[in-house]
Every structure is written in structure tokens, then in C-alpha cells.
């Protein structure tokens, strides 16, 4: 018997709208915070494997800012390493974003970095300013699936706007290419202080794929102060609206 598409694609990814953004679960194939088990194994063939560097050695870690979601050391190493479907992975420490081996507790922000102004000021309302710096389109995908009624994070006020007039900060998707680094720090500027910045995607966070390219301009990163990274290549839209929510401490499950 012939399968309706429709049919498979549920079954595949489950119910899609979200009633409940922070629930423990992420529904369908999602490669979310990696668990590294203390199984000792070759660790150089295991760093040899990830094509940006994301996998340290001594002990076996992962960097979430670098890692592509590839699997690879998963499909090589399953007894090593296995990516679980928590979804809950964005930060506002860098450092934060680095799980080594043994580690089962989540991925969070640091309260103590938290500007006191981001909660006073954007808990009811909070304005960005998208910003494509190079970027696949696959990370915008998932930003613009944010707003849409499956996850709808416009019924907590978060919203995209054009005008970076109208923002309160911007979020950069793309590992800033030279062609739009002097586009991204004209529209950060534009927007009235205080501000926020959000790296959204491995490419944003720490060049990717295209890390160390003559064909990119990071010295925006390098100069400003970043208030929340949301990793993932792309990040799932529940990744980042759950870090979103955690950094200006705004909950609403209905």
C-alpha cells in the first residue's frame, strides 16, 4: 500500500505546531547538545574526522560554536559520541559552548553576564534586525520559521523588523564575509543603544566551514560584545527561541 507524502512527513517530524516552546523535547531527526561517554578510544582518528576543528583531544570534547552537525564522529565513534535531542544549547559565555567528555549537564547562560538592562527593557518587547553576513540561507530558513504558527515567538513579543531604527539589536546569521562587514556594523550602529547581538549558526559563531578565508572580515566579533550565540548548523527555531526566552527571562508555555 502507497504511503500519502503528507502521511510520511508526519510521521517523520512529528506534530508541527509547538504549544509548549520549552518542552523538554524537540519533535523529529534533530542532532541537538552531544554526549561524549568516557569509552577511551583513538583520539586522533576521532579529531581527524570533524571538518572544522570542532573535536579537542584530552580530554574528548566537542565545540558546539564550531560543529557543523556533520555526525561524522557519531557514525564512526557511537559508543563515543551521541547527539541528543536536547535543543536547549544556547549561551551567552563562548567558553559555555564547549561539552567535553563525561559532561551531562546542559548547556546554559551565565546569569552574571546578563546586562541588566537586556531584562529591565526587553522583557515585554524585543525588535531585531536579521542580518544575512554571508550567509547559506540555511540558518535564515530556520529564523524565519520562528515567527511562523508553529512556533509563533511573535506571542512573546519577539519579533523581525526591517528598519534596525526600530531594533533592539540585530542578529547575524553567516560568517561575515568582507563584502558585508561594512553593511553590519552601518546597521548596528543605526540602532539606538542599549543594544543587543545575536550569533545565530556555526558560521556566525566562528567562521564554519569558512573559517580562517581570506573572503571574510570578523573584526565585528572581535570588537563587540556578544550577548547570546546560538549554535547549530542551522540551529533548530526552538533553540533559538528558547535562548531568547532564557535571556530576557520571559516565559510563556500557551
Same mark, same amino acid.
Request: net charge positive.
Given at each position: 500500500m502507497q504511503i500519502l507524502p503528507e502521511v510520511q512527513?508526519? =510521521?517523520?517530524?512529528?506534530?508541527? =505546531?509547538?504549544?509548549?516552546?520549552? #518542552?523538554?523535547?524537540?519533535?523529529?531527526?534533530?542532532?541537538?547538545?552531544?554526549a561524549i561517554s568516557t569509552e577511551r578510544v583513538d583520539e586522533d582518528a576521532l579529531a581527524s574526522l570533524c571538518p572544522t576543528g570542532a573535536i579537542g583531544k584530552a580530554p574528548v570534547s566537542i565545540d558546539m560554536g564550531k560543529c557543523v552537525m556533520c555526525g561524522e564522529c557519531a557514525f564512526a565513534f557511537p559508543h563515543k559520541i551521541k547527539f541528543t535531542t536536547d535543543y536547549k544549547i544556547a549561551t551567552n559565555v563562548? /567558553?559555555?559552548?564547549?561539552?567535553? /567528555?563525561? /559532561?551531562?549537564?546542559?548547556?546554559?547562560?551565565? /546569569?552574571t553576564k546578563v546586562r541588566n538592562e537586556i531584562r529591565s527593557l526587553f522583557g515585554r518587547s524585543l525588535k531585531l534586525r536579521e542580518i544575512s553576513a554571508g550567509g547559506s540561507n540555511a540558518d535564515e530558513a530556520e529564523l524565519n520559521a520562528c515567527? *511562523?504558527? *508553529?512556533?509563533?515567538?511573535?506571542?512573546?513579543?519577539?519579533e523581525?523588523? #526591517?528598519?534596525?531604527r526600530h531594533c533592539d539589536g540585530i542578529v547575524i546569521t553567516g560568517p561575515i564575509s568582507e563584502n558585508m562587514a561594512e553593511a553590519t556594523r552601518i546597521c548596528y550602529e543605526a540602532i539606538p543603544s542599549p543594544k543587543l547581538i545575536i550569533l545565530v549558526g556555526s558560521d556566525a559563531i566562528s567562521g564554519g566551514i569558512f573559517a580562517g578565508s581570506k573572503a571574510l572580515n570578523r573584526r565585528f566579533i572581535e570588537e563587540h560584545p556578544i550577548d547570546l550565540y546560538v549554535p547549530g548548523n542551522p540551529p533548530h527555531p526552538l533553540t533559538f527561541v528558547n535562548g531568547i526566552l532564557e535571556l530576557i527571562r520571559k516565559r510563556k508555555t500557551r
Open positions: 512527513i508526519l =510521521y517523520r517530524l512529528g506534530k508541527q =505546531y509547538i504549544p509548549d516552546v520549552t #518542552a523538554p523535547q524537540v519533535p523529529g531527526p534533530f542532532k541537538g547538545r552531544p563562548r /567558553e559555555r559552548l564547549v561539552v567535553k /567528555e563525561g /559532561e551531562t549537564g546542559p548547556i546554559s547562560l551565565d /546569569e515567527g *511562523n504558527p *508553529n512556533f509563533d515567538m511573535g506571542r512573546f513579543g519577539i523581525f523588523l #526591517a528598519s534596525p
